[in-house]
């Protein structure tokens, strides 16, 4: 019993970190990280300060996503319906 759990917390992980890398994967190739770093700032926020920012928030997938669309304060993205969504929920999750 104790292995299989051990067994579920390691797939779990492994799971989440291939999740991440793909998010991250995907970020570059839209173009985020030339303006973006997760950890620093670069001419734009750290994606760690964005989470950061909206941490307990809500409405912030809503309202980062919808603002992302419209290219509400922020230049127009290359990423585009669910993978602007995969984007903002990575953003958020750091």
Do not use: R
């Not at 992980?13 to 173009?31: P, R, Y």
């Not at 750290?46 to 230049?75: C, D, I, M, R, W």
């Amino acid at each position: 019993m104790k292995a299989m759990m051990i067994a579920a917390v390691m797939a779990a992980g492994v799971l989440a970190a291939g999740s991440a890398n793909a998010s991250e994967a995907l970020a570059k190739s839209s173009g985020c990280l030339t303006c973006h770093a997760v950890d620093t700032k670069k001419m734009g926020p750290a994606f760690k300060e964005t989470a950061k920012k909206y941490k307990g928030n809500a409405a912030a997938e809503g309202k980062l996503v919808e603002a992302l669309s419209k290219a509400q304060g922020h230049p127009e993205v290359k990423a585009k319906g669910d993978d602007l969504k995969t984007l903002v929920k990575w953003v958020l999750s750091l």
